[in-house]
């Protein structure tokens, strides 16, 4: 199973950037998909998530600029960031719970990781 993201990039403060992230690979279903991020210097942290089903959260200080989304097949995430900030700057990485086979334990996936750099 692979995780592939894409989409960062540097913008100014204020811009916006579309995150995307797919997984590939065997798969039963995939429970969770979400974003954390790693500024320089910090510990990863959590950005936004999307179960299935539909429930999403949030991180605080991403609440109303972040909005994360899943396709209709559930194994790609978009993590579409508006009104960015420098403090957004950092490696975003995705993150997936996924199932092989049923009745297994969902799995721990992380993709490479996209730098987002908000600068002016």
């Known amino acids: 199973v692979q995780l592939q993201a894409s989409g960062g990039g540097l913008v100014q403060p204020g811009g916006s950037l579309r995150l995307s992230c797919a997984a590939s690979?065997?798969?039963?279903?995939?429970?969770?998909m979400g974003w954390y991020r790693q500024a320089p210097g910090k510990q990863r942290e959590f950005v936004a998530g999307?179960?299935?089903?539909?429930?999403?959260n949030y991180a605080d200080t991403v609440k109303g600029r972040f909005t994360i989304s899943r396709d209709n097949a559930g194994n790609t995430v978009s993590l579409q960031m508006n009104s960015l900030k420098p403090e957004d700057t950092a490696v975003y990485f995705c993150?997936?719970?996924?199932?092989?086979?049923?009745?297994?334990?969902?799995?721990?996936?992380w993709g490479q990781g996209t730098e987002v750099t908000v600068s002016s």
């Open positions: 993150n997936a719970v996924i199932t092989y086979y049923r009745g297994s334990y969902g799995v721990n996936h």
């Open positions: 690979g065997s798969i039963f279903s995939i429970d969770f």
């Open positions: 999307d179960t299935t089903g539909g429930n999403t």
